[in-house]
């Protein structure tokens, strides 16, 4: 009895370092403790089976402390320095959910290969107030707690000896050793089971459900070890002829002459009447062919502007708002899509390209960007069909060319047709600015001589980018298609040349519930964004930057990320959560069209062609289809799966990361609901169809099929043109 007692310290010690890392978990999986997440429904099986899946990866630690040291004291060391190493990981991964919403997983390591330099000032502060602020600082409790367990063990035990400490010995080694493969074992067994009979088997959100229903710990040894899950594949949706592929997609497939739509039940068709078109205002007589709307920018010049990190809140609010003097200007006169939201994944800026390029969503779990250094996908893109116009293609950025591996995938030199993008001139970014302006980084952009403000950051400025297309727009002597892409504000906000303080700001900066400084420094930004806008079409001395014969289309890639209850306070009220998810979601996107005729008022924009308000739900992969129809720019093969941006026909937008669906409702008005946990909607007297659901998650699954193959798309293009 004596040594059974003389052993119960240790034995207490072990217990807690079990008991204490597997609650350390929950800072993951529970959305009470980790607001920064979008949790599946929490299962009692799940809950059970990530219980065991935690452990065993525990015991299996335990085991190998075991095998480095049979001494009682350095394995009470080893077990603190484990422990300390597993709430770090911890820590990160809270870090990752903080930016992304989501678990990370493996093929999400690509988001690091882009330079980080200019942005990690920001970031550090941004991590040090989630330490201590949002009291991170928890997740270190295992560590802290078994360091004072070890010191007041042995205070009372100064020999720290407990005598034979089990395992110690190869039948004990090996009984530890089978609880370890049992519990794995059984736990992904369970975790299999579990995920293929789910509503939502996508792989971008395996890892938030693993790590729920398989464990923390187990799913990332699995899944840093190669393993991804991956449910989407031809077999597993149960296509295994050509027919049977032609037909999967040509459910989706809209570029036909009718088809149904999913929500209304209504015909729809791949051509566009003026009497189809949603909340029009204004239509010039000499965009339409009769009464067709499609073709209506034939052989005109598009600009198709990436604003980078722009929510449409911003024009909500009205102290917001109230600093957008141009911006407004400009919306009068342009076709608005005031119900429009992002679909971007992990690859978040890069993502929105890749729906606004090629009319397909991310798959949401890796940068496409990235996978075609591997993976040569063969995809259709705006870039291809405007050069088989005989337009010029060009994409200007002012960071370096290796950030999103964007000097790899807009261009190639021996081929335009080898580039992802296929744009048909070379990149123009960082590097080819500093050649034609070699000193612009040190000496900065004058923003404004007479009141000394100057933009410097680590990238080009984008009043700079303003002129740049310009420049670059009269530089051909042919029609054209540029893409710009603004490089502000991005997370974490800094570098903002206007340092001043707005007034109207006070309110949420020093009330009694202040905003976050990362809220702070991204609503500063209005003013510089508004600039950029005024910029792109007046220069600074008056000159007018209108190009002839353009037409202008602006959208959002993502949104702001902004948490931590600000929301609520920017608009004087509590927000319900899935509101909040909504509102981060939605961006800005318009179609400027100017024609011949200045517009009397504070600036003078030439009045637009076309426009009108869409209050139908759009996103990236629909701005594709719009671009495509009202440029007259398809082939005889060319398919899209998105609705017309300017039509009467409802719709949904797919959050490519956290899946997170927002759907047309057909009383008026749109609503959110998440697949990842259909308990979870706004507003409340939502009644979810779930056969639309089956409709919109195997969309999403067909669509990532595509990824499987670097020729898939060009099959199921060819199968379908030959149906």
């Known amino acids: ?322 600093r957008f003097k141009f911006l407004n200007a400009l919306l009068e006169e342009s076709y608005v899509f005031s119900n429009y939201y992002t679909t971007v994944g992990m690859g978040v800026s890069a993502d929105a390209e890749v729906s606004v390029l090629t009319g397909l969503y991310p798959n949401g779990f890796s940068t496409l960007h990235w996978d075609y250094n591997t993976v040569k996908y063969d995809l259709d893109t705006l870039p291809a069909l405007f050069n088989l116009k005989h337009y010029e293609s060009l994409a200007i950025h002012g960071d370096y060319g290796r950030f999103y591996n964007r000097n790899k995938v807009y261009y190639n030199s021996e081929d335009v047709n080898l580039s992802l993008m296929k744009f048909n001139n070379p990149y123009y970014d960082l590097e080819a600015f500093l050649v034609d302006y070699p000193n612009i980084l040190e000496t900065g952009y004058v923003v404004d001589e007479e009141n000394n403000i100057v933009h410097k950051s680590p990238w080009i400025s984008d009043l700079m980018l303003a002129e740049t297309i310009y420049e670059k727009g009269n530089a051909f002597n042919k029609p054209f298609m540029l893409f710009p892409i603004t490089m502000m504000p991005h997370t974490p906000f800094e570098y903002n040349p206007f340092t001043y303080t707005i007034d109207a700001y006070d309110k949420w900066i020093n009330g009694s519930t202040p905003i976050s400084s990362l809220t702070t420094k991204y609503i500063n930004y209005v003013d510089y964004i508004d600039l950029f806008l005024h910029r792109m079409f007046i220069a600074e001395d008056g000159t007018n930057r209108t190009l002839d014969n353009t037409v202008y289309v602006f959208y959002s890639d993502h949104g702001s990320g902004i948490k931590n209850g600000d929301l609520d306070i920017l608009f004087g009220r509590e927000l319900e959560k899935m509101e909040e998810r909504k509102i981060l979601q939605q961006g800005l996107a318009f179609i400027y069209a100017p024609g011949s005729e200045i517009k009397d008022g504070d600036y003078p924009i030439y009045k637009g062609l076309l426009t009108g308000n869409q209050t139908f739900v759009r996103s990236h992969v629909d701005l594709y289809r719009t671009i495509v129809d009202l440029f007259d720019i398809a082939q005889n093969d060319t398919i899209y799966f998105g609705a017309h941006g300017l039509s009467k026909e409802p719709t949904f937008a797919l959050d490519n990361r956290i899946l997170d669906i927002i759907i047309d409702d057909l009383k008026g008005g749109s609503y959110i609901i998440s697949s990842r946990n259909l308990d979870h909607y706004y507003p409340n007297d939502v009644v979810l169809d779930e056969e639309l659901l089956k409709h919109i998650v195997r969309f999403k699954r067909l669509n990532d099929v595509i990824y499987t193959d670097a020729k898939m798309f060009q099959k199921i293009k060819l199968v379908l043109s030959n149906s």
């Open 1 to 322: 009895m004596s040594k059974i007692i003389r052993k119960q310290p240790f034995v207490v010690f072990v217990v807690l370092f079990f008991i204490l890392n597997i609650i350390n978990t929950y800072f993951l999986t529970v959305q009470q403790l980790n607001k920064y997440i979008a949790p599946f429904k929490h299962e009692v099986l799940g809950e059970i089976n990530a219980f065991f899946g935690n452990l065993s990866i525990l015991i299996l630690l335990y085991l190998l402390i075991s095998l480095i040291s049979k001494d009682a004291k350095m394995r009470m060391k080893l077990i603190i320095i484990a422990s300390l190493l597993l709430n770090l990981f911890v820590f990160l991964l809270g870090i990752f959910n903080l930016f992304y919403g989501t678990a990370f997983s493996r093929e999400a390591l690509t988001i690091f290969y882009n330079p980080a330099g200019g942005i990690a000032k920001g970031m550090f502060t941004q991590l040090m107030y989630e330490l201590f602020l949002y009291y991170r600082i928890l997740v270190f409790l295992p560590t802290i707690v078994l360091s004072i367990a070890y010191f007041v063990i042995k205070k009372k035990n100064q020999t720290l000896d407990f005598g034979v400490i089990y395992p110690n010995g190869l039948k004990s080694y090996f009984i530890v050793f089978l609880s370890f493969g049992v519990m794995f074992g059984g736990s992904l067994f369970g975790f299999d089971r579990l995920y293929t009979r789910s509503t939502l088997p996508v792989q971008s959100v395996t890892s938030t459900y693993a790590i729920q229903n398989f464990g923390v710990y187990p799913f990332y040894l699995v899944n840093l070890l190669g393993s991804d899950f991956d449910k989407t594949t031809i077999n597993q949706l149960d296509i295994e002829t050509n027919e049977a592929l032609r037909d999967a997609y040509q459910a989706y497939n809209k570029n036909v002459s009718a088809y149904v739509n999913a929500l209304d039940g209504k015909l729809y068709g791949n051509k566009v009447h003026v009497n189809d078109v949603n909340g029009l205002t204004y239509i010039d007589p000499s965009l339409l062919d009769g009464t067709l709307v499609s073709g209506a920018f034939k052989g005109k010049n598009v600009v198709l502007v990436h604003l980078e990190t722009i929510n449409h809140f911003l024009l909500e609010i009205p102290e917001t708002n109230e």
